[in-house]
T-cell receptor, first 115, second 115 residues
Framework: DSGVTQTPKHLITATGQRVTLRCSPRSGDLSVYWYQQSLDQGLQFLIQYYNGEERAKGNILERFSAQQFPDLHSELNLSSLELGDSALYFC??????????????FGPGTRLLVL | GENVEQHPSTLSVQEGDSAVIKCTYSDSASNYFPWYKQELGKRPQLIIDIRSNVGEKKDQRIAVTLNKTAKHFSLHITETQPEDSAVYFCAASFVPGGGAQKLVFGQGTRLTINP
């Protein structure tokens, strides 16, 4: 157990809908990262927050947004869902935000299925 | 741009033999190189990492080597066991503008240990 929690574990929804994924970082970690992993694919970095502020952005679609709250938990919002958004979504956390090599610990993931 | 190439994509070895997975990265400023192991449907777990001021690091049967000149790093697993079967991901840190670190992952290597 990494100490990072994610809810829900599974989510099934329809195209065009909107969902919210939630992540709580390890105690003491200020950074939260979101990744998307499609079937048999690698981990695609979406976005990073540090202490409530956006710090780095990856290949995140405009239909997706995220935020980090004062209690440091984070939410990833996915809207106007398409079939291709079906994937595993992982959250990771680290103590700081870099630049000297922050170890990231991953949560168990949320499996999203868009029908 | 930011890129990490990982080879091979699949690797099959006999139990007890060694396995080697190789990665190259594009940004000479990268300073942190973790390796993650991911079992089917589970979260990526950090197994070993190395920083740019070190050339080699070992942890029991696992070792990682780094060649900064060639921008190349490798994972070595000796005396492989069936429980080593998993997908392994390498990653390299990149620091986009603003000082925040992000990890870029390789595409993964599916390692199978044959009894």
């Amino acid at each position: 157990d990494s100490g990072v929690t994610q809810t829900p574990k599974h989510l099934i929804t329809a195209t065009g809908q909107r969902v919210t994924l939630r992540c709580s970082p390890r105690s003491g970690d200020l950074s939260v990262y979101w990744y998307q992993q499609s079937l048999d694919q690698g981990l695609q970095f979406l976005i990073q927050y540090y202490n409530g502020e956006e710090r780095a952005k990856g290949n995140i679609l405009e239909r997706f947004s995220a935020q980090q709250f004062p209690d440091l938990h984070s939410e990833l919002n996915l809207s106007s869902l398409e079939l291709g958004d079906s994937a595993l979504y992982f959250c990771a956390s680290s103590v700081g935000s870099g630049p000297w090599g922050e170890t990231q610990y991953f949560g168990p993931g949320t499996r999203l299925l868009v029908l | 741009g930011e890129n990490v190439e990982q080879h091979p994509s699949t690797l099959s070895v006999q139990e007890g033999d060694s396995a080697v997975i190789k990665c190259t990265y594009s940004d000479s400023a990268s300073n942190y190189f973790p390796w993650y192991k991911q079992e089917l449907g589970k979260r990526p777990q950090l197994i070993i990492d190395i920083r740019s001021n070190v050339g080699e690091k070992k942890d029991q049967r696992i070792a990682v080597t780094l060649n900064k000149t060639a921008k190349h790093f490798s994972l070595h697993i000796t005396e492989t066991q069936p429980e080593d079967s998993a997908v392994y991901f390498c990653a390299a840190s990149f620091v986009p503008g603003g000082g925040a670190q992000k990890l870029v992952f390789g595409q993964g290597t599916r390692l199978t240990i044959n009894p």
